[in-house]
């Protein structure tokens, strides 16, 4: 009979194994362009949430949501979690979500900067230098992963009415 330390010692059955892969982070995901992206959204992210706690605290759920909501993404990107969901289009949510972030920062940030609070600029700032990175962000999702399947759809369509 095996004892809890022998059991712990052995290696993991293969199905095991493959359950556990599913929450391993994927490294060179991290270090890639995607990767470096949502990192530094949420640290933007976070640094706005707690320019707005210290000044204007009304402003603080905006900031709060789009952290938790980048957190998400990062999490299921890194892991390649994402995967499991395949009938999501990843990239559209990915979309929405940039678009989404660039209207809730650029809102909150135009006025928070009315207060003139030293927070509430500084939160100014780092919502308009945010605001650019998420363009920029949905700005690489739309060139790599909406556009060729929307140009590849229209040569179908145009194919099929030649015939």
């Known amino acids: ?7 712990r ?4 059955e293969e ?25 530094t959204e949420l640290a933007l992210t976070f ?3 707690i320019c707005f706690t210290a000044s204007i ?20 990107y890194a892991t390649q979690y994402y995967q499991r969901f395949d009938r999501l289009n990843w990239p559209c949510l990915d ?10 920062f650029l809102v909150v940030s135009f006025a928070a900067v009315t207060s003139r609070d030293g927070a509430a ?11 650019s990175i998420f363009a920029y962000d949905a700005f690489k999702i739309y060139r ?7 140009s590849q759809e229209i040569r179908q369509v145009r194919n099929a009415k030649e015939y």
């Open 1 to 7: 009979m095996l004892s809890a330390r022998d059991r």
């Open 9 to 12: 010692d052995r290696p993991p």
């Open 15 to 39: 199905g095991v194994a493959a359950e556990l892969q599913g929450f391993a982070v994927d490294k060179n995901f991290l270090t890639s362009l995607k990767g470096i992206l949502l990192e």
């Open 47 to 49: 640094i706005i949430f």
């Open 57 to 76: 605290s009304a402003y603080m759920a905006a900031a709060l949501l789009e952290f938790f909501i980048t957190l998400a993404f990062l999490f299921l």
């Open 95 to 104: 979309f929405l979500r940039c678009v989404s972030a660039i209207i809730i």
């Open 121 to 131: 600029i500084a939160a100014f700032v780092f919502g308009i230098i945010l605001v």
């Open 144 to 150: 790599t992963d909406i556009a060729p399947g929307a």
